[in-house]
């Protein structure tokens, strides 16, 4: 009796399991006006195969794989928030005479023994972008051959104007032999290059292998991730490992470069690489060309603070101190007296953040103001070695005075 019970009570068990159902998640891909299931969106892939790549025949497949490329990125629809396919390059060896543009929210799944080869003088790049592109995952793939004579690029990103940003965007596992430029990222007028990560990735004997560039109007070239990254650098060759570091915030860690001798050197900073952070890096004998400003290093070969002292020589009475001025301490060396106009005089800070001012000059004076943006006993003017000191607090938004001393 027992037996029959468990029985019925199994029997009803699976019943009610047969009879409940699960609304699927529903995408719109393509024509608004169609809808298609997750199951039908998530094995949406697109071999370069059926675009017209044919490995190793000696004629350009920059084209296949454009066309593969668009043809995912054809499910993306801004509007609708859907996404985009998955492009996939098999095993073989694949000719490249013109670059390929990425497009946002497509992957491109690439075998790790697709070879990528390129004519020589080839002076172009690989993985290319000069308009918006987020959210794009590209990984997989060896690029150029030995003895390349390091005229191209293996990742370009530009972003051109504000309109035109690139965020959000992977790129991982991948083997670049001999090329001019291994990560090439590049701001112009306000476009901004911001939270993008390159992990996994072996550069072999480039000039520069991680190169920076960030206009002086860019709105940013911020906060990207540079992780486990293998540079071999080529003595008397290669120029940088890593080049004209700009931008705030972007994070080095586990970086390897080796064999830098010679006229090959290993980073440099330009003075507007601000708050960059490397982490666990080694360098076999670290050479900085430049520090910049706060940033830190925190490596085998080195750890260092962020630069405690800055000499300022210049500063404009219509713009004031600006960020790339602040500095715990702050030395004025003036050309000529200068009184602050600007509103705010100091730029904006950060809670808590306490910064001295140290004249030089009883004839090159700094003139500083109660009101826009400084709460200061009376007004300032900083002679030979007389300071000011303030502390910037952000539920105020001004900078209000500790202490001074007249020497």
């Known amino acids: 009796m027992k037996k029959i019970g468990l029985i019925l009570v199994l029997s009803l068990l699976s019943l009610c399991l047969s009879a409940q159902t699960y609304s699927k998640r529903q995408y719109r891909v393509g024509n608004p006006s169609s809808w298609v299931s997750s199951n039908s969106f998530d094995t949406k892939v697109y071999n370069v195969l059926d675009y017209g790549a044919i490995s190793d025949d000696g004629i350009s497949d920059v084209e296949a794989i454009q066309d593969a490329i668009n043809a995912a990125h054809a499910l993306y629809s801004d509007a609708d928030a859907s996404g985009g396919g998955t492009v996939y390059i098999p095993t073989g060896i694949w000719y490249i005479d013109d670059p390929d543009t990425l497009k946002?929210?497509?992957?491109?799944?690439?075998?790790?023994?697709?070879?990528?080869?390129?004519?020589?003088?080839?002076?172009?790049?690989?993985?290319?972008?000069?308009k918006t592109l987020e959210g794009c995952y590209?990984?997989?793939?060896?690029?150029?051959?030995?003895?390349?004579?390091?005229?191209w690029t293996l990742i370009d990103l530009n972003s051109p104007v504000y309109a035109s940003f690139v965020m959000f965007n992977r790129f991982r596992?991948?083997?670049?032999?001999?090329?001019?430029?291994?990560?090439?990222?590049?701001?112009?007028?306000?476009?901004?290059?911001?939270?993008?990560?390159?992990?996994?990735?072996?550069?072999?004997?480039?000039?520069?292998?991680?190169?920076?560039?960030?206009?002086?109007?860019?709105?940013?070239?911020?906060?990207?991730?540079?992780?486990?990254?293998?540079?071999?650098l080529l003595p008397n060759v290669s120029k940088w490992a890593i080049d004209t570091l700009t931008g705030y915030?972007?994070?080095?860690?586990?970086?390897?470069?080796?064999?830098?001798?010679?006229?090959?050197?290993?980073?440099?900073?330009?003075?507007?690489?601000?708050?960059?952070?490397?982490?666990?890096?080694?360098?076999?004998?670290?050479?900085?060309?430049?520090?910049?400003?706060?940033n830190v290093f925190l490596n085998g070969e080195l750890t260092s603070v962020p630069s405690l002292e800055n000499v300022i020589t210049t500063i404009v009475a219509g713009t004031g101190i600006t960020r790339l001025m602040i500095a715990p301490i702050m030395v004025i060396e003036l050309g000529a007296p200068i009184n602050i106009?600007?509103?705010?005089?100091?730029?904006?800070?950060?809670?808590?953040?306490?910064?001295?001012?140290?004249?030089?000059?009883?004839?090159?004076?700094?003139?500083?103001?109660n009101g826009?943006?400084?709460?200061?006993?009376?007004?300032?003017?900083?002679?030979?070695?007389?300071?000011i000191t303030l502390y910037y607090s952000a539920w105020t938004g001004v900078w209000i005075e500790i202490s001074r001393s007249n020497n």
């Not at 900073?269 to 601000?274: E, H, K, V």
């Not at 800070?349 to 001012?357: A, K, S, V």
């Not at 826009?372 to 300071?387: H, I, K, N």
């Open 104 to 130: 946002s929210f497509v992957e491109i799944d690439i075998s790790a023994n697709a070879h990528f080869e390129f004519p020589s003088g080839y002076t172009g790049s690989m993985w290319f972008s000069n």
């Open 138 to 151: 590209v990984h997989g793939g060896r690029y150029g051959v030995y003895g390349d004579p390091r005229t």
């Open 173 to 232: 596992d991948m083997w670049a032999n001999d090329p001019l430029v291994g990560i090439d990222l590049a701001t112009t007028n306000d476009g901004w290059i911001n939270g993008n990560t390159f992990e996994d990735i072996v550069l072999w004997n480039p000039i520069s292998g991680i190169k920076t560039r960030q206009a002086g109007g860019s709105s940013g070239l911020n906060e990207n991730k540079f992780v486990n990254i293998e540079i071999q």
């Open 249 to 294: 915030r972007n994070q080095f860690v586990n970086i390897s470069a080796y064999d830098c001798s010679g006229t090959t050197k290993e980073v440099y900073i330009r003075s507007t690489g601000l708050q960059n952070t490397f982490l666990g890096c080694s360098f076999e004998k670290l050479y900085v060309e430049d520090y910049g400003f706060n």
């Open 341 to 369: 106009t600007a509103n705010p005089q100091i730029v904006v800070g950060n809670t808590g953040q306490i910064i001295t001012l140290l004249g030089r000059s009883n004839t090159n004076t700094l003139t500083l103001d």
């Open 372 to 387: 826009d943006g400084l709460v200061l006993a009376s007004q300032c003017v900083l002679g030979a070695y007389d300071t």
